[in-house]
Nanobody
């Protein structure tokens, strides 16, 4: 499966962006879908995920209440709606998916084998 992320750009603090990640193959309710981000020179970090089958969502504390992850299996797409953006949200955002894995690893970078190419988000103050 190839993942194509888009929707990044430059936005002022307090603004909104919606990221999209389209899969080249059908994604199903049996896939965990997630977004991560990476600051320059830093490790990639968890942002949000949606659990397979249940659709339960998980968020990093830093984005909880501001970001919303959603999925449209019919369109093979996962979204990240980002509201009330802050300068510290500036990063490259990556989508990822996996078909197996226990719930306790849903936030772990190493637990995902399929990644998109990244889309850059810049939030100006």
């Amino acid at each position: 499966v190839q993942l194509q992320a888009s929707g990044g750009g430059l936005v002022q603090a307090g603004g909104s962006l919606r990221l999209s990640c389209v899969a080249s193959e059908r994604i199903s309710s049996s896939d965990d879908m997630a977004w991560f981000r990476q600051y320059p020179g830093k490790e990639r970090e968890f942002v949000a995920a949606t659990r397979r089958n249940t659709g339960t969502t998980y968020y990093a504390d830093s984005v909880k209440g501001r970001f919303t992850i959603s999925r449209d299996n019919a369109k093979n797409t996962v979204y990240l709606q980002m509201n009330s953006l802050k300068p510290e949200d500036t990063a490259v955002y990556y989508c990822a998916t996996r078909r197996t894995g226990i719930l306790s690893t849903i936030r772990d970078v190493a637990a995902y084998s399929r990644w998109g190419q990244g889309t850059e988000v810049t939030v100006s103050s």
